[in-house]
């Protein structure tokens, strides 16, 4: 089994930046994709970013040039660096890892953006 354990949400003002983290442990092999996710109420979730083994990376249209996604494979971990945060871009936030075949999911974080 994998757990993801992401940290780093909270309240702040727009304009304002924040990191998120999603730290992976357990039966980890190697860990293909990490992703963050996020989910507004009354929407779907959707995809924010993802970033593959490689180091190639996936945005969504509404946070490119704000948002940097990046991983270090030595902590198992994902990061979302967000700049220039806007109150649309409030959501619980979700890490997602695919590990093998296999995708997990963090417990998500949430992220409130005032104007």
């Known amino acids: 089994q994998v757990q993801l354990a992401e940290s780093g949400g909270g309240l702040l003002q727009a304009g304002g930046s924040l990191r998120l983290s999603c730290a992976a442990s357990g039966r980890l092999f190697s860990i293909n994709v990490m992703g963050w996710y996020r989910q507004a109420p009354g929407k779907q979730r959707e995809l924010v970013a993802s970033?593959?083994?490689?180091?190639?990376?996936n945005y969504a249209d509404s946070v490119k040039g704000r948002f940097t996604i990046s991983r270090d494979d030595a902590k198992n971990t994902a990061y979302l660096q967000m700049n220039s945060l806007k109150p649309e871009d409030t959501a619980v936030y979700y890490c997602?890892?695919?590990?093998?075949?296999?995708?997990?999911w963090g417990q998500g974080t949430q992220v409130t953006v005032s104007s």
């Open positions: 970033i593959t083994s490689s180091g190639n990376t």
């Open positions: 997602n890892m695919l590990v093998l075949f296999s995708q997990y």
